[in-house]
């Protein structure tokens, strides 16, 4: 387990390249931040302030993922095990429309 100083916000120790993906939407903007040190990727809606971990290509990642990676410093450089963190989506049938 890694302790987390309370005194640094872990977002900020990214640097970061923000591109909008959505200029206006009900929620919001949706933002697309990728970080030129580690390279890890993230969503962000204005509308609602929600950030989730992506894997590049604004497909979200698994809620662990995404609390992981926004609760850690910024790694300076690529994780080897991100690759793996990548393929594991928040919605693995993101493609189909479910109805449960
Ligand atoms: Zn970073």
New binding site residues.
């Given amino acids: 387990m890694r302790s987390i100083s309370k005194s640094e916000n872990p977002w900020q120790?990214?640097?970061w390249k923000v591109k909008t993906l959505i200029s206006v939407t009900r929620g919001g903007s949706r933002l697309g931040f990728t970080?030129?040190?580690?390279?890890?990727t993230f969503t962000h809606m204005t509308g609602n302030n929600q950030t989730w971990a992506t894997d590049g290509h604004d497909v979200a990642l698994a809620e662990n993922i995404s609390q992981r990676w926004l609760s850690e410093n910024?790694?300076?450089s690529p994780v080897t095990g991100d690759v793996a963190d990548r393929l594991n989506f928040k919605n693995p049938q993101a493609e189909s429309v479910r109805s449960e």
């Fill in positions: 120790s990214h640097d970080c030129r040190s580690c390279e890890r910024c790694p300076v």
